[in-house]
Nanobody, 114 residues
Framework: QVQLVESGGGLVQPGGSLRLSCAASRINFRLYAMGWYRQAPGKQRELVADIPSGGSANYADSVKGRFTISRDNAKNTVYLQMNSLKPEDTAVYYC????????WGQGTQVTVSS
């Protein structure tokens, strides 16, 4: 079955950086739109950034200028570079693959705290 495996989460101080990775298997990766979502305690899951199979990336207003999504089709991997992290970025971050059908990773915790 399709697998999306996230990594790279952790605890970081405000102003710090993290890079999340999501490795996909058993899909034709280059054809899929890939995205990162997050869900904070007590809140709904929200889109952070996505990148289509061909075209420009899109970002939530709250992360524009701080986060960068990228993909490596040769490695079946999508990345989320997160800079200037803030406490309000604390959440579980989920990888998503979409092309008609939709698939989710298990999530990785990102905690921004001093």
């Amino acid at each position: 079955q399709v697998q999306l495996v996230e990594s790279g989460g952790g605890l970081v101080q405000p102003g710090g950086s993290l890079r999340l990775s999501c490795a996909a298997s058993r899909i034709n990766f280059r054809l899929y739109a890939m995205g990162w979502y997050r869900q904070a305690p007590g809140k709904q899951r929200e889109l952070v950034a996505d990148i289509p199979s061909g075209g420009s990336a899109n970002y939530a207003d709250s992360v524009k200028g701080r986060f960068t999504i990228s993909r490596d089709n040769a490695k079946n991997t999508v990345y989320l570079q997160m800079n200037s992290l803030k406490p309000e970025d604390t959440a579980v971050y989920y990888c998503n693959a979409a092309r008609g059908a939709e698939y989710w990773g298990q999530g990785t915790q990102v905690t921004v705290s001093s």
